[in-house]
């Protein structure tokens, strides 16, 4: 992820604007009234101020986990959401210095939106790779038993000695919980 992060995010935009941004913002942080207006965010203690390009529209809107996003139906609900952001944005900020729906729809097309969705999520962020940027580079890789030999590689220094001490812990890990079970 580090090496191709030059890839989804503008040079022009590496020293700001920052936003603040609400990284746990889900349906059950948000209070409405009636009409379904907004009236208060709870749960903010993950907010922290990012570099723009790494705010994205909701993940959840298709109301599926982060590894589990339909691609064609979020991309429906994607292009719905910006069009009433760019409204909004249109209507509350005419004479803003920065497009923030721009960026974010810039951020769709080259993928940094899928990018910076990888890096919010320890348990997502392998199967996005896998399914959302690595074929951006290469669609056959998925399907090539080499390719992952090689990518281990670059994992950590000496990840193959790493990868057979894991092996061998997970070995010993087993055997012992199936004897605390057998007594």
């Not at 889900?26 to 203690?45: F, G, R």
């Not at 890096?119 to 790779?129: A, H, N, R």
Request: proline share 5%; with cysteine; hydrophobic share 35%.
């Amino acid at each position: 992820m580090k090496s191709i992060s030059s890839l989804f995010f503008r040079p022009e935009l590496r020293r700001g604007p920052f936003f603040l941004n609400f990284t746990d913002l889900h349906q059950s942080n948000l209070l409405v009234d009636k009409e379904w207006n907004i009236k208060c965010l709870i749960d903010l203690e993950w907010s922290c101020s990012r570099p723009v390009e790494m705010m994205h529209p909701p993940y959840w809107l298709t109301n599926q986990a982060v590894d589990g996003i339909d691609q064609n139906e979020y991309e429906k609900l994607h292009g719905e959401f910006m069009e009433v952001f760019k409204e909004e944005e249109r209507k509350s900020c005419p004479q803003a210095r920065i497009s923030l729906s721009q960026i974010l729809e810039q951020g769709w097309q080259i993928g940094t939106f899928w990018y910076s969705l990888a890096l919010d999520s320890p348990t997502g962020i392998f199967t996005l790779f896998y399914e959302h940027i690595q074929p951006r580079f290469e669609k056959k890789h998925i399907d090539d038993p080499v390719f992952f030999t090689i990518m281990q590689s670059y994992w950590c220094m000496n990840a193959a000695n790493f990868i057979r001490k894991k092996v061998q812990d997970k070995e010993t890990y087993d055997e012992r919980l199936r004897a605390e079970f057998e007594n």
